[in-house]
C-alpha cells in the first residue's frame, strides 16, 4: 500500500436489523460527532460519523435499520444503492459492519447473506450476547464464523468488549477480496427471488445447527410475562392510556417552567438592547424582530426535548411496537397507521415534534397523511385564544348548575378537531395519498432497558435539527412581519382625536417621541392588509382590527393576544387573562359603532383557530420532513379554506338560529 | 388451514406462504417459509392483529396477511 492510500479516508457502512443494537454500536463508535442529513432527494435519514480504525481515519455510515435489501421499500433501496456506490455523493463503502442480534439470529443473518452479494467484505459485531447467554444458550462465535467464512465479533457496548477488537478486523479486511460461502444452488438462482430467499433461510438453518445450542428449558422469556399484562386484552389499553396521559401531563407541566424562564429571558435581553442602544430603526429591528424571533424558536425547545425523551425511552424499551399492536384495528379504521398515535398524541402538545415523530412510519403515504393532519390536534399555543375568548364571553356560565359551559366549549374544539382530522385522513387516503394499504407487520421486540446515552442522544439530536431547520424559516418569517407591523412609521401626532368607547387617549410617547403602538400598527402595512380582507372575513363575523390579529397570528397562534392587546391600546404586556384586555374586547367597537364582539364572533374565531394553520414553525417542519414546499402549501392551502369554511358556518349558522 | 385459524398456542409447521405480492415476499423475508415453525401467542384487543412466534422471534401481523401462509399442525 502506498502511501496516498494510507492517506484516503475510508468509507465504512454499518447495517442491521431494527432493534438489532446498531444505533447504540453507532453512538459509541463515533461519539457526539455524528452528522445527520437526508439522502439527496429523499426524506431518508442520512446518518454518518468519524470513527477511527487502527489509526486510519475513516467514515462510518449508519444505514437505516432494515430487514432486507431487496429494495422493496425506499430505505432499502437507499442502503442498496450506498453500498453499491450508485448515490451521488457517497462514496462506494470500502467495507461492512453487520450488526447482528445474538437473540433473533436467524432472521438477522438473512440480511448478511445478502450482504455477501454486494462484494465488499463484511465483519459481524455479534451484539446482545450477554442477553442470549443469561437464557442459558450458548454460541460457538468461532464456529459461526468459519461457516460464514466471515470474522464475527461479539460487542457489548456498555462494557466497551469488542470494540477495538472490531476496528482491527476492520482494518486487516480492507482491500482483501471476501470469500462467500457457498449458498446457492443453481436451481436456486434460477427460481427466482423466492428461490433465494429459502436457500439463505435453508443455508441459515445449517449454520445455526452447527454453532448454536439451545437451552431445552421451554423458557418463560421476561417479555412474555411483561406483555400477558401489558397487552392484555383489556388491561393493555388501560395501561396505555394511563401512559399517554402520563407522557401528555408530564410534557404539559414539566416544560411550562423553562418555557416561560426562556421567554422571560428573551424579554430581558430585548430590554437590555433597548436600553443599551440608541431609539431607532435598528433598536428595534434587533430587539422586536431578531430576538422576539429568535425567542419564538427557542421557546419550542423544552416540548421538543421532553417529548423526544419520551419517544426515545418508549421506542428503545419495545413499549412503543406493544402500543401500536394494540391500537391499530381502531387507526386502520380511519386509513392511518397503528404507529400513528404517538405523533398525532404528541402533537396535543405541540405538532413540531408530533410530525418529526412520523420517522418511525415506513410507508411514505401514510406518514405524510399523518403529517397532514397532525395539526388538528389543538396544540398548546391554542389554549391562550381558547381562554381569552372563554374568560370574555363565557365566564360564569353554567349547564345543568354545574358543568361549566367553558370547559364544555374547550371539550368542544377539541372534539372538532379531531373529528375533522379523522375526516381528512379519510378522504386524503382515498385521493391525494391513494395507495394500497401497507403491511402491519412489525416485530414485537424483547423488551430491553432504554440505553441511556443513546436516548440523550438522540433527544439532542432531533432539538438541534429543529433550531437548525426550522429556526431559520421562522427567524426568517418574524422579520417580515415584524416590518410589516412596523412600517410605514405612522406620524407622532401633535393633537390627539378622541374615540368613543373605552379606548383610551393616545398620546405620544414622551421618552422616545415614537407613535403609540396602537396607532402604529393600524397604519402599518399589517393595519392596511387586515382592512383589506375585512371584506373577505366579515361574513365571518370579523372586523378589520380582528382581521390584523388574524394576520400576525399566522406567524403563531398566541400572537393572537398580543396584537389584540395592542390594537386596542391596552399595552404589549397583557396575557389572555388580564382584566383590562378582557373588558377591552367586551367594550371594542366598529366604525359604525356597534359592537366589534358578540359570543358568536368568539365562537367563530374559535372554530377558525382549531381548523387553521397558523403555525410557521410547524410549515417550516412539515417542509423538511417532506423535502418539498408543495406539501407544506397544501396544508396552508387546505387547512385555511377549512378554517374559513368552519368559521363561516359557524357565524352565519349562528345568526340565522339567532344566537347573534 | 391458514396460520389466520391457527389456535392460539398450537405449535405448527409453514407449508407453503400464497401470493406474489410485495407483502408475500416480505413475510418470507422475515423468515416465514415453508418448513419454518410458528406458533400464535395471541391477538390485539379488537381480535387484529395477532402476535406469531418464529424462528426465535415475535411478529405482529394483519389477519388478512396471515390468511397467506398455509400451515399443517
Known sequence: ????????????????????????????????????????????????????????AANLIDLPGLYSLDATSLDEHIASGVIRGDLADVPKPDAIVAVVDATNLERNLYLVMQMFEFGIPVVIALTMIDVFEKQKHQIDI?????????????????????????????HEVLNTTPSIPHIFAEADEESGHNGKIFARYNFISKVVQESVWHSDQKQHR?????????????????????????????????????????????GAAADFVRAQMPPGILTDLVADGIIAGVGGVVVFLPQILLLFLFISLLEDSGYMARAAFLLDKLMSRVGLHGKAFLP????????????MATRTIESRRDRFATIMIAPFMSCSARLPVYTLMIATFFAGQTVLGYISVGALLMLAMYTLGIVVAVAAAFVLKRTVLKAAPPPFLMELPPYRLPNLRTVVQNMLTRAWLFLKRAGTVILAISIILWALMYFPRAQVPDSVPHETGVERVETAN????????????????????????????????????????LIASFAAREVLVSTLSIIYNVGKDQNEESESLISAVRNAKKEDGQPAWTPLTALSLMVFFVLAMQCMSTLAVVRRETNSWSWPLFMLGYMTVLAYVGALITYQGGKILGLA | MTLRD?????????TSVNGNSVITRRLMEMGLIPGVAVQVIKAAPFGDPIEVRLRGYSLAMRKNEADAIEVVV
Open chain 1, 344 to 355: 398525532l398524541f404528541s402533537s396535543f402538545a405541540c405538532a413540531i415534534p408530533g410530525i
Open chain 1, 142 to 170: 468461532e464456529m459461526l464464523g468459519v461457516m460464514l467464512k466471515t470474522p464475527v465479533i461479539a460487542v457489548n457496548v456498555k462494557s466497551g468488549r469488542g470494540l477495538e477488537e472490531l476496528a482491527s478486523k476492520v
Open chain 1, 510 to 549: 414622551s421618552e422616545t417621541d415614537a407613535p403609540p403602538e396602537g396607532a402604529q400598527l393600524r397604519n402599518s402595512f399589517a393595519g392596511k392588509l387586515g382592512h383589506a380582507i375585512e371584506p373577505v372575513i366579515e361574513p365571518l363575523g370579523f372586523d378589520w382590527k380582528i382581521g390584523v390579529a
Open chain 2, 6 to 14: 391457527l389456535p392460539v398456542g398450537q405449535d405448527a409447521r409453514v
Open chain 1, 222 to 266: 421476561l417479555s412474555d410475562k411483561i406483555d400477558k399484562i401489558l397487552t392484555h386484552r383489556f388491561f393493555g389499553l388501560i395501561i396505555l392510556v394511563a401512559v399517554l396521559l402520563l407522557v401528555f401531563q408530564t410534557i404539559f407541566s414539566w416544560a411550562s417552567l423553562p418555557m416561560d424562564l426562556l421567554e422571560q429571558s428573551f
Open chain 1, 1 to 56: 500500500m502506498n502511501d496516498s492510500g494510507k492517506n484516503k479516508p475510508i468509507t465504512i457502512a454499518l447495517a442491521g436489523n431494527p432493534n438489532a443494537g446498531k444505533t447504540t454500536l453507532f453512538n459509541a463508535l463515533t461519539g457526539l460527532k455524528q452528522k445527520v442529513a437526508n439522502y439527496p432527494g429523499v426524506t431518508v435519514e442520512r446518518k454518518e460519523g468519524p470513527w477511527a480504525v487502527n489509526g486510519r
